[in-house]
């Protein structure tokens, strides 16, 4: 089986040894807690050491197989970037598999290999479903004076191991595409620099020939949606500093896909390319790979909307002008940081035609037409259902007044904005605001963007 048979074969058998109980990206770390308690201790995954978050919740190191070559992966620095720990879940479930057809593979691995593993390596951020640790402290930033303990339990790790190879695994913003294509970039890789002059020695080469090894794997998957970060060399982030220190070091950023909000797919494509990438590390054949290969990545842009409405035509003291307006969507999420609703904003209006949108709509046959508030003030958020809201829909009315509205998650479900005070109505057509907004074609609204989603109306 050649290395594409083999990335096929295990991107199929994906759906076996996902790990079911981690069913969307806001799991929290008593989740994977109980997963890690309950690997069996007479299994081949061994549990090494436990360290501690700022406030005491564990951090896992892992281990499996005895080979000589030493890898390190590790997630989550980052809380709220949670798909490579999902994948990892993946890959444990698999590693533990036995009596079936990958049985050769998994003794590959462990005759070769020694894999460590840290999952959720910031759990005290990914409780909140946030960036920060507790102290709201960027810890990718700490990697030199290590002044947490998230910190200088990697840092331990990577010094107790020594590990030949590492794999920083993130999650990049979703609005990340391939430049100058409306592909988002689905994969981002680095080998980070080790120093400002950008220098490639045997450390950081065998980096670049292991991505490309992965490239491979998602391009097989997910023709075009790679990208390559710029290498600027960074003193205080981990993956500088571990390539610094002697380990190859690789950073992942898993990025957005159409119709993958939860990153579900992601997470199949990142079960079979790390698995891939300890095949080639295994068998040694990443070391057929050309550096230029790495350098031929397409760059990383950031020109990425969820909603763009093209050509929109819109009244200005000096006539009629056309513009395009890029649409963003932010989540908010709720206080246990289990559920979320997203808010929309403007990103930016006037020429993008270098921006692309996960959704476009072509609206050069369209006027713009600002939204209404209705005239009446809501006692209660539940009046909304005693209203006709078609009806209002149709004549352009989507913001309504509640003074006594407290923050609320079940009307995120109607197509139409709900404010505490006329004032808080922010839906001019200006970078930041919250889009709110009519489609008008020969004096009939057809289209309504409300909290930058488009519906149509009369239906
Ligand atoms: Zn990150």
């Keep these: 089986m050649n290395a594409q048979q083999h990335a096929g074969a295990l991107y199929q058998a994906h759906d076996k040894f996902k790990e079911e109980s981690l069913k969307n990206r806001r799991f929290k770390h008593a989740d994977i807690k109980s997963l890690i308690q309950n690997i069996d201790k007479n299994g081949p995954i061994k549990i090494i050491e436990e360290g501690k978050s700022v406030e005491g919740r564990s951090i896992f190191h892992l281990k499996y197989g005895q080979g000589k070559t030493v890898l390190l992966l590790w997630s989550q620095m980052h809380g709220d970037e949670p798909t490579a720990t999902m994948a990892l879940f993946d890959i444990f479930n698999f590693l ?61 790790v990577r010094d107790a191991t020594n590990a030949d190879f590492g794999f920083n695994l993130h999650d990049q913003s979703k609005y990340y595409n391939v430049d100058k294509t409306a592909n988002t970039a689905a994969v981002s890789f680095l080998a980070p620099a080790y120093n400002y002059e950008k220098e490639i020695n045997s450390t950081r080469q065998k980096a670049m020939q292991t991505i490309v090894v992965m490239n491979e794997v998602v391009q097989q998957i997910l023709p075009g949606h790679v990208g390559r970060y710029n290498d600027d060399f960074e003193p205080r982030a981990f993956g500088d500093n571990i390539q610094k220190w002697g380990t190859s070091t690789i950073l992942v950023e898993a990025g957005g896909i159409r119709g993958d909000d939860e990153k579900q797919f992601n997470r199949k494509i990142h079960f079979t390319m790390l698995l891939s990438a300890f095949k080639a590390l295994a068998d040694g054949s990443y070391q057929n790979k050309e ?38 969507r932010e989540e908010v999420q709720n206080e246990s940081a289990t559920d ?111 909290n930058g989603y488009m519906i149509q109306l009369n239906r």
């Design 96 to 156: 533990s598999g036995s009596s079936d057809a990958f049985d050769d593979f998994r003794k590959v691995i462990r005759e070769n290999l020694t894999l460590h593993f840290i999952p959720m390596l910031n759990p005290d951020g990914a409780d909140r479903y946030q960036r920060r640790n507790a102290m709201n402290v960027d810890l990718n930033r700490d990697a030199q004076v290590l002044e947490f303990p998230e910190s200088k339990f990697l840092k331990a």
């Design 291 to 328: 550096v230029a290969a790495y350098e031929d990545i397409p760059k990383n842009d950031r020109k990425m909307a969820d909603l763009i409405i093209r050509n929109l035509t819109v009244k200005s003291p000096d006539g009629l002008k056309t513009m395009d307006v890029a649409i963003q």
């Design 340 to 450: 979320f609703y997203y808010k929309s904003k403007i990103a930016d209006l006037g020429d993008l035609s270098t921006f692309f949108g996960y959704q476009e709509f072509e609206a050069s046959a369209f006027n713009y037409k600002r939204a209404k508030v209705y005239d009446q003030k809501l006692a209660k958020i539940g009046d909304l259902k005693n209203l006709d809201l078609n009806a209002l829909l149709n004549q352009g009315i989507s913001e309504f007044i509640c003074p006594g509205m407290k923050e609320s998650f079940e009307i995120s479900s109607l197509p139409v904005n709900v404010h505490k005070s006329a004032e808080e109505v922010d839906i001019d057509l200006k970078p930041e605001s919250n889009p709110s907004f009519f489609l008008e074609r020969d004096g009939v609204l057809e289209y309504g963007i409300i």
